[in-house]
């Protein structure tokens, strides 16, 4: 196990629907980070957290609202999703943020299935 | 844009065999890492290598970092059917908003059969 765990595994919602994706990570770490990964297209950063603050949003549309209420956990508020959303979702922590240097190792949840109807 | 890619997207392998799969990355790194993912789970982190590293070791695992010609091979030596998986390098993006932020390729996917 990583420590970072994910729910739900797999979800399946119409485009109408709101819900609400789940990370919880157990090992003290300081910033978070959802990713998308798409088949057959790099894995893409959507946003990050340092210290329960949002310091990345990488211009992703407001219908993907996330939330850090503490250090432990992050969500990411889903409402009139696309066809296209549909991609497994994934989040990650590290001891701080990477930074400049990139010396901060990741750790990954196994992520939500995401499908949209 | 995209940092680091990897060569080959897929390779397929009898069991025992070795494995190489390479990344090349555009801008200067202070260093660079790789992760394996099993199919329907996350990214595993397997190994850092700095840029004044050129060699790296853990296990069965071998990297090396050539940063004038900017690429890093991941070898895997005596693989096994366990072995099967992605694997992606990761750079950071050092300059603009993006700054700090961990880059991955598309990963390589090996297959490696009994």
């Known amino acids: 196990e990583t420590g970072v765990t994910q729910t739900p595994r797999h979800l399946v919602m119409g485009m109408t629907n709101k819900k609400s994706l789940k990370c919880e990570q157990h090992l003290g770490h300081n910033a978070m980070y959802w990713y998308k990964q798409s088949a057959k297209k790099p894995l893409e950063l959507m946003f990050v957290?340092?210290?329960?603050?949002?310091?990345e949003n990488n211009s992703v549309p407001s219908r993907f609202s996330p939330e850090c209420p503490n250090s432990s956990h992050l969500f990411l508020h889903l409402h009139t999703l696309q066809p296209e959303d549909s991609a497994l979702y994934l989040c990650?922590?590290?001891?701080?943020?990477?930074?400049?240097?990139?010396?901060?190792?990741?750790?990954f949840g196994d992520g939500t299935r995401l499908s949209i109807l | 844009s995209q940092q680091g890619e990897e060569d080959p997207q897929a390779l397929s392998i009898q069991e025992g065999e070795n494995a190489t799969m390479n990344c090349s990355y555009k801008t200067s790194i202070n260093n660079l890492q790789w992760y394996r993912q099993n199919s329907g789970r996350g990214l595993v982190h397997l190994i850092l290598i700095r840029s004044n590293e050129r060699e790296k070791h853990s296990g069965r695992l071998r990297v090396t970092l050539d940063t004038s010609k900017k690429s890093s091979s991941l070898l895997i030596t005596a693989s096994r059917a366990a072995d099967t998986a992605s694997y992606f390098c990761a750079t950071v993006a050092g300059y603009g908003g993006s700054q700090g932020n961990l880059i991955f390729g598309k990963g390589t996917k090996l297959s490696v059969k009994p």
């Open positions: 990650a922590s590290s001891q701080d943020r990477t930074g400049s240097l990139g010396n901060q190792p990741q750790h």
């Open positions: 957290y340092s210290l329960e603050e949002r310091v």
